[in-house]
Protein backbone atom coordinates (compact mmCIF):
# COMPACT_ATOMS: atom_id res chain seq x y z
CA UNK A 1 0.00 0.00 0.00
CA UNK A 2 1.16 3.21 -0.57
CA UNK A 3 1.99 5.97 1.85
CA UNK A 4 0.89 9.45 1.14
CA UNK A 5 4.23 11.44 0.77
CA UNK A 6 4.90 15.22 1.93
CA UNK A 7 4.96 17.48 -1.63
CA UNK A 8 4.51 21.09 -0.18
CA UNK A 9 4.17 23.67 -2.99
CA UNK A 10 4.54 27.50 -2.76
CA UNK A 11 1.16 29.27 -1.86
CA UNK A 12 -0.80 29.90 -4.97
CA UNK A 13 -3.77 32.24 -5.35
CA UNK A 14 -6.16 30.01 -6.25
CA UNK A 15 -6.31 27.97 -3.34
CA UNK A 16 -8.97 31.11 -1.64
CA UNK A 17 -11.30 30.58 -5.24
CA UNK A 18 -11.17 26.58 -4.88
CA UNK A 19 -12.14 27.05 -1.06
CA UNK A 20 -15.00 29.15 -1.92
CA UNK A 21 -16.34 26.68 -4.54
CA UNK A 22 -16.45 23.63 -2.41
CA UNK A 23 -17.85 25.65 0.44
CA UNK A 24 -20.60 26.46 -1.57
CA UNK A 25 -21.18 22.59 -2.45
CA UNK A 26 -20.97 21.51 0.72
CA UNK A 27 -23.74 24.30 1.96
CA UNK A 28 -25.55 22.89 -0.94
CA UNK A 29 -25.61 19.14 0.16
CA UNK A 30 -25.72 20.13 3.87
CA UNK A 31 -28.08 23.70 3.91
CA UNK A 32 -29.26 24.22 7.69
CA UNK A 33 -26.72 21.45 9.49
CA UNK A 34 -23.41 23.87 8.91
CA UNK A 35 -23.73 26.55 11.45
CA UNK A 36 -20.18 27.57 10.89
CA UNK A 37 -17.64 26.63 8.03
CA UNK A 38 -14.22 28.07 7.61
CA UNK A 39 -11.23 27.80 5.23
CA UNK A 40 -7.90 26.40 7.43
CA UNK A 41 -4.76 24.97 7.66
CA UNK A 42 -1.38 26.38 5.33
CA UNK A 43 -3.43 26.83 2.06
CA UNK A 44 -5.95 29.55 4.24
CA UNK A 45 -2.63 31.71 4.89
CA UNK A 46 -1.58 33.96 2.03
CA UNK A 47 2.55 33.29 1.36
CA UNK A 48 2.63 29.77 2.98
CA UNK A 49 4.13 26.99 1.79
CA UNK A 50 1.45 23.87 1.69
CA UNK A 51 0.67 20.30 0.68
CA UNK A 52 -1.17 21.26 -2.11
CA UNK A 53 -4.81 19.87 0.37
CA UNK A 54 -7.32 22.36 0.99
CA UNK A 55 -8.59 22.35 4.66
CA UNK A 56 -12.04 23.16 5.09
CA UNK A 57 -13.71 22.79 8.60
CA UNK A 58 -17.46 22.48 9.30
CA UNK A 59 -18.85 23.38 12.56
CA UNK A 60 -22.55 21.57 13.21
CA UNK A 61 -24.28 21.70 16.57
CA UNK A 62 -23.76 18.19 17.61
CA UNK A 63 -21.46 15.55 16.09
CA UNK A 64 -23.90 12.63 16.41
CA UNK A 65 -25.59 14.49 13.08
CA UNK A 66 -22.77 13.80 10.94
CA UNK A 67 -24.18 10.28 10.19
CA UNK A 68 -26.62 11.92 8.08
CA UNK A 69 -23.94 13.49 6.45
CA UNK A 70 -22.23 10.07 4.68
CA UNK A 71 -24.45 10.09 1.78
CA UNK A 72 -25.16 13.60 0.56
CA UNK A 73 -21.24 14.68 1.08
CA UNK A 74 -20.56 11.03 -0.73
CA UNK A 75 -22.58 12.87 -4.20
CA UNK A 76 -20.16 16.02 -4.13
CA UNK A 77 -17.16 13.14 -3.91
CA UNK A 78 -16.26 13.68 0.09
CA UNK A 79 -15.31 10.34 1.37
CA UNK A 80 -15.66 9.69 4.90
CA UNK A 81 -12.45 8.13 6.73
CA UNK A 82 -12.85 6.43 10.18
CA UNK A 83 -9.94 7.86 12.24
CA UNK A 84 -10.94 6.52 16.41
CA UNK A 85 -7.97 8.61 17.51
CA UNK A 86 -10.20 11.83 16.37
CA UNK A 87 -13.04 11.75 19.29
CA UNK A 88 -13.80 15.55 18.63
CA UNK A 89 -14.39 15.87 15.12
CA UNK A 90 -14.87 13.65 11.87
CA UNK A 91 -12.98 13.60 8.83
CA UNK A 92 -14.00 13.31 5.55
CA UNK A 93 -11.24 13.76 1.92
CA UNK A 94 -11.84 14.16 -1.54
CA UNK A 95 -9.78 12.17 -3.84
CA UNK A 96 -7.36 9.52 -3.82
CA UNK A 97 -4.40 8.52 -1.35
CA UNK A 98 -2.67 10.70 -4.70
CA UNK A 99 -4.60 12.94 -5.53
CA UNK A 100 -6.27 14.25 -2.83
CA UNK A 101 -7.03 17.52 -3.30
CA UNK A 102 -10.00 18.57 -0.10
CA UNK A 103 -9.91 17.42 3.72
CA UNK A 104 -13.56 18.37 5.58
CA UNK A 105 -13.17 18.24 9.41
CA UNK A 106 -16.43 17.98 10.84
CA UNK A 107 -16.90 19.41 14.40
CA UNK A 108 -18.83 21.06 16.90
CA UNK A 109 -19.17 24.95 16.67
CA UNK A 110 -17.83 26.76 19.38
CA UNK A 111 -15.45 23.42 20.54
CA UNK A 112 -12.18 23.56 21.79
CA UNK A 113 -11.28 21.43 17.99
CA UNK A 114 -12.74 24.84 16.20
CA UNK A 115 -11.19 27.31 18.60
CA UNK A 116 -7.74 25.80 18.00
CA UNK A 117 -7.95 25.72 14.32
CA UNK A 118 -9.30 29.17 13.92
CA UNK A 119 -6.68 30.15 16.55
CA UNK A 120 -4.00 28.80 14.87
CA UNK A 121 -4.76 30.21 11.28
CA UNK A 122 -5.68 33.61 12.37
CA UNK A 123 -2.31 34.04 15.02
CA UNK A 124 -0.15 33.00 11.77
CA UNK A 125 -2.27 35.36 9.33
CA UNK A 126 -1.48 38.30 12.01
CA UNK A 127 2.25 37.50 12.63
CA UNK A 128 3.77 37.05 9.58
CA UNK A 129 7.28 36.55 11.39
CA UNK A 130 5.57 33.39 12.81
CA UNK A 131 4.45 32.41 9.69
CA UNK A 132 7.68 31.90 8.19
CA UNK A 133 9.16 29.98 11.15
CA UNK A 134 6.41 27.53 10.43
CA UNK A 135 7.03 27.53 6.64
CA UNK A 136 10.88 26.83 7.86
CA UNK A 137 9.79 24.02 10.08
CA UNK A 138 7.57 22.53 7.28
CA UNK A 139 10.02 22.80 5.22
CA UNK A 140 13.06 21.19 7.18
CA UNK A 141 10.42 18.24 8.24
CA UNK A 142 9.42 17.61 4.72
CA UNK A 143 13.13 17.06 3.18
CA UNK A 144 13.64 14.65 6.28
CA UNK A 145 10.04 12.74 6.37
CA UNK A 146 8.99 13.14 2.82
CA UNK A 147 7.81 9.81 3.25
CA UNK A 148 6.36 9.46 6.25
CA UNK A 149 3.44 11.93 6.83
CA UNK A 150 2.51 10.56 10.03
CA UNK A 151 5.82 11.49 11.33
CA UNK A 152 6.30 14.51 9.63
CA UNK A 153 2.70 15.91 11.15
CA UNK A 154 3.75 14.72 14.89
CA UNK A 155 6.85 16.69 14.75
CA UNK A 156 4.57 19.93 14.00
CA UNK A 157 2.76 19.28 17.22
CA UNK A 158 5.03 20.82 19.47
CA UNK A 159 4.78 24.39 16.99
CA UNK A 160 0.95 24.22 17.10
CA UNK A 161 0.62 23.75 19.87
CA UNK A 162 2.70 27.06 20.79
CA UNK A 163 1.30 28.86 18.43
CA UNK A 164 -2.44 28.19 19.96
CA UNK A 165 -0.92 28.98 23.14
CA UNK A 166 0.48 32.22 21.65
CA UNK A 167 -2.97 33.09 19.99
CA UNK A 168 -5.18 32.79 23.02
CA UNK A 169 -2.23 35.28 25.01
CA UNK A 170 -3.70 37.67 22.17
CA UNK A 171 -7.09 37.20 21.75
CA UNK A 172 -7.34 37.79 25.68
CA UNK A 173 -4.84 40.28 26.49
CA UNK A 174 -4.40 42.73 23.11
Known sequence: ??????????YKEEWESQYEYEKSRIMDVLGDEIVGIEHIGSTSIKGLKAKPIIDILVGVR?????TNFMRPLNKISFEYVHKPELLDRRFFKKGSL????????????????WEEKLIFRDYLRKHPQ???????LKTELASKY??????????????????IEKGREDVYFY
Do not use: G, W
Open 146 to 163: TYDRQTYTKHKEPFIKYI
Open 98 to 113: ETCTFHLHICEINSKE
Open 62 to 66: DLITV
Open 1 to 10: MNKPIVNLSE
Open 130 to 136: MAKQYAS
